[in-house]
Nanobody
């Protein structure tokens, strides 16, 4: 059974950093194009970053460019989202997503507040 599990969320002050992880099982991880999404309270889910199967190409939402970095370790079936200089508007539930098969994780909460 295909599964994605996020971890690494938490409460952080503005300007702080967090590193999210997304660990996969039940799929051939190295063949999957993957994405990070987030959903703020009362807002629609939005795409944050994407990464190709071997990590050669990445894309970012304008709102996170220069602050967030997406990466992956195919040997560990894990994708990462390094988030620096976090701001209150980055608060939300962060999800990893595999478009092939429409696989979603359960999400991890990120709260940026002083």
């Amino acid at each position: 059974q295909a599964q994605l599990v996020e971890s690494g969320g938490g409460l952080v002050q503005p300007g702080g950093s967090l590193r999210l992880s997304c660990t996969a099982s039940g799929i051939i991880f190295s063949t999957y194009y993957l994405k990070w999404y987030r959903q703020a309270p009362g807002k629609e889910r939005e795409m944050v970053a994407t990464i190709t199967s071997h990590g050669g190409t990445t894309t970012y939402a304008d709102s996170v460019k220069g602050r967030f970095t997406i990466s992956r370790d195919n040997a560990k079936n894990t994708m990462f989202l390094q988030m620096n200089n976090l701001q209150p508007e980055d608060t939300g539930v962060y999800y990893c997503h595999a478009p092939f098969g429409e696989i979603w994780g359960q999400g991890t909460q990120v709260t940026v507040s002083s």
